[in-house]
């Protein structure tokens, strides 16, 4: 990649997935994995990354951890 231009397709992808890994490990970490986050494929140039789904039980209680500590 030059400097000062957008990021090939292959960069923003591999970007996505290492976010991915990255929130994945943190959501982990506080006792709220989410198992579907994966890397996606970028739109417009932008590394993107799907969280996918999770049970209702563990979406409320990732938003109380939120609240909690944000």
Request: neutral net charge; charged residues 20%.
């Amino acid at each position: 990649m030059t400097h000062g231009s957008a990021p090939s397709s292959q960069d923003a992808l591999k970007a996505g997935r290492e976010a991915a890994r990255e929130l994945a490990c943190a959501l982990r970490d506080i006792g709220h994995p989410l198992p579907s986050i994966d890397g996606d494929f970028p739109v417009h140039g932008l590394a993107m990354v799907r969280l996918g789904g999770c049970s209702a039980a563990a979406a409320s209680r990732l938003a109380q951890w939120l609240r909690e500590h944000g």
